[in-house]
């Protein structure tokens, strides 16, 4: 099993930055790609970014890319996504997740967090 917490969500301006991290524990040396999702209300998941661990190649969905960064720490066995320029329609729950492949749809992601909530004001 692998367990993942989520924190660093909260209130911001439109406009301002937050930074997320996902702490793992568990049974990670089989966790190849790390990702980050969102759900706004009323709206379906969707893809934000990920990473994989091994070779920390990232992807990016067209909605956050040049505003999100996504990173990861070994040491820490924690994945960070700093969020700058964040736009009210960047409002919404964020989940960390673990896979064993690389994908940037939720279906192959095994593990999953709590979410945080991220709420930006305009």
């Known amino acids: 099993q692998v367990q993942l917490v989520e924190s660093g969500g909260g209130l911001v301006q439109a406009g301002g930055s937050l930074r997320l991290s996902c702490a793992m524990s568990?049974?990670?040396?089989?966790?190849?790609?790390m990702g980050w999702f969102r759900r706004a209300p009323g709206k379906e998941r969707e893809f934000a970014a990920a990473?994989?661990?091994?070779?920390?190649?990232?992807r990016y969905a067209d909605s956050v890319k040049g505003r999100f960064t996504i990173s990861r720490d070994n040491n820490k066995n924690t994945v960070y996504l700093q969020m700058n320029s964040l736009k009210p329609e960047d409002t919404a729950v964020y989940y960390c997740?673990?896979?064993?492949?690389?994908?940037?749809?939720?279906?192959?992601?095994?593990?999953w967090g709590q979410g945080t909530q991220v709420t930006v004001s305009s």
């Open positions: 568990g049974r990670t040396f089989n966790t190849y790609f």
């Open positions: 990473i994989d661990w091994i070779s920390s190649s990232t």
């Open positions: 997740a673990a896979s064993r492949g690389a994908a940037v749809v939720p279906g192959p992601y095994d593990y």
